[in-house]
């Protein structure tokens, strides 16, 4: 069974024929789209009671901002595997693996352990790779989403959260120390830690700005606090892209750092929507664009 599994690991992917990935990319922007209805009809939410000009912004510019992470997320992956794939890949595997999570697995971590062994490396190199930036950002998370849940809500919640952060970090630091290549080791560990604190950010601006769509004033410890529920529903990873369980983390978490329970499920529910109807326009365009050149 082990010499099995270690034949497995050492094992390289082979490229998906174009028309597989131009496939892959159209039914990852349907399959959103559909998600992005269930969650609007699921909200319970009226378009008269939004304050449009916040839902503007995380439309144009919080939610790219998500994507260019997470884009940026797996080029540092890849780095730590030893590859630089071309900004093109860079996109179309952000999209491909954010639409992932919305199968009843960690998707999105296969996308990329996949796209990183197509690209040369062994499936148990790309697996360690592909996990550095996630346990990362599940550490950052812990800590900065602790502290914030210490100052808005219970003590003794933000000091557990804080402690399974610093598991998270101690496990990415030995996971790099034998993956990363050995030249760049300390930028490449800024980079990548400075990535996951941009999507603590990125993560606690999108549900800042959907409380305040809804019309309810939010401190930024309170959004902070709220990222940790994105975080926990990756962890699980038994639901697709966390579905229900991220809003109900949410609406949980919410009325222990002061804000009220129905808020914390439209919250959750309207951030959800916004997400998913911009990835399935950023998942159109890019089947759009790489069918285009087939054409001619």
């Known amino acids: 069974m082990r010499t099995a599994l270690r034949r497995l690991l050492e094992q390289r992917a082979q490229p998906l024929p174009p028309i597989w990935r131009n496939t892959i990319l159209v039914i990852a922007a349907l399959g959103v789209l559909v998600a992005s209805v269930w969650a609007w009809r699921s909200s319970g939410l009226a378009t008269d009671d939004l304050d449009w000009l916040p839902i503007l ?3 144009v510019v919080a939610a790219p901002l998500s994507l260019v992470l997470k884009a940026a997320e797996f080029a540092l992956a890849a780095r730590v595997a030893g590859q630089r794939p071309p900004t093109s890949r860079l996109l179309e595997i952000a999209v491909v693996s954010s639409a992932a ?3 009843p697995l960690p998707g999105s971590l296969l996308v990329t352990v996949r796209s990183i062994s197509e690209d ?7 697996l360690a790779a592909s996990a550095v930036p996630g346990l990362t950002w599940l550490g950052v998370t812990g800590v900065g989403g602790g502290i914030a849940i ?3 809500g219970p003590p003794a919640l933000g000091a557990l959260v804080i402690i399974l ?7 990415t630091l030995m996971l790099f120390r034998s993956t990363a290549p050995r030249t760049g080791r300390v930028a490449l560990a800024a980079s990548i830690v400075a990535v996951e604190t941009g999507w603590l950010a990125a993560s606690a601006l999108r549900l800042g700005l959907a409380v305040t769509a809804l019309g309810v004033d939010i401190e930024p410890a309170q959004a ?6 994105g975080a926990l529903t990756v962890a699980i990873g038994f639901l697709p892209g966390g579905l229900g369980l991220r809003e109900a983390l949410i609406a949980g978490l919410s009325p222990l ?3 009220p329970f129905d808020t914390g499920v439209l919250l959750g529910s309207l951030d ?18 790489r069918r285009a050149p087939a054409r001619q």
Request: glycine content about 12%; charged content about 0%.
């Open 57 to 59: 912004i995380l439309l």
């Open 120 to 126: 040369g490396s062994s499936y148990g190199t790309a």
């Open 272 to 289: 959800r929507v916004v997400w998913l109807a911009f990835l399935a326009v950023a998942g159109a365009v890019l089947a759009t664009t």
């Open 101 to 103: 999570n919305l199968l």
């Open 150 to 152: 210490a100052i808005a």
């Open 165 to 171: 952060g610093v598991i998270a970090l101690g496990a």
């Open 224 to 229: 902070l606090a709220l990222s940790v529920a």
């Open 257 to 259: 750092i002061g804000l």
